[in-house]
């Protein structure tokens, strides 16, 4: 557990089906306010359901939650490529709004990988971020990943073709 200056209870644990309400919050919120995340619609209770049931059994990838107070306020996987990739995890991370710039981003990414390393025996982790996301870039080089290159004009966000930078660890 960690406890920051504000005494909120802090624990990253994997999914529970508990956590429906504050999950289906936290990715609504993040929709709302155009997070840079590929995700562009909200879900509705019986879509988060069905995702939380199965990313709770799920066995190709590591799925941990940031639980503040109760409440989700922060999502990471690592997922195994597989096939002749399965030394490769691909590593993703939001959190709520209002819990950034602290340092638990960073605590999230670690302790995901950390985790994902040993459990899945992985040499590398891969990644994919919006150029424009300068928070999430600065926040994996100081992870240790290097940018591999970019696609330009890779998703379509709101309309706009994004370019896409993918970048690399080797453990
Ligand atoms: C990206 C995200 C997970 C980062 O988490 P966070 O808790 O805000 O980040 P942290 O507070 O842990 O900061 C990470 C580091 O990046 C650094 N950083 C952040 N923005 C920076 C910038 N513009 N320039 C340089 N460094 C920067 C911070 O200084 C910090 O480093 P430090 O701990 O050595 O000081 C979070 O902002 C988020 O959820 N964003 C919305 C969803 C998203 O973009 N997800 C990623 C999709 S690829």
Avoid: C, W
Avoid at 88 to 109: A, F, H, T, V
């Amino acid at each position: 557990m960690i406890k920051n200056n504000q005494k909120q209870k802090i624990i990253i644990r994997p999914p529970k089906i508990s956590d429906l309400d504050s999950s289906l919050e936290m990715i609504n919120s993040l929709v709302e306010e155009k997070a840079m995340l590929t995700v562009q619609k909200k879900s509705t209770h019986k879509e988060e359901e069905k995702y939380l049931k199965g990313i709770i059994k799920e066995k190709e990838a590591l799925h941990l939650f940031l639980i503040i107070d109760g409440k989700v306020a922060g999502s990471a996987k690592v997922s195994k490529l597989g096939n002749g990739r399965n030394h490769i995890g691909e590593l993703g991370i939001s959190l709520r709004r209002e819990y950034r710039g602290m340092g638990l981003g960073k605590n999230l990414s670690k302790t995901i990988m950390e985790k994902a390393i040993k459990k899945f025996k992985l040499k590398i982790i891969i990644l994919n971020v919006f150029k424009k996301n300068k928070t999430a870039y600065y926040l994996y080089k100081k992870l240790g990943f290097k940018e591999v290159g970019v696609i330009k004009g890779e998703v379509k966000y709101y309309n706009k073709y994004e370019d896409v930078i993918t970048m690399v660890k080797y453990i």
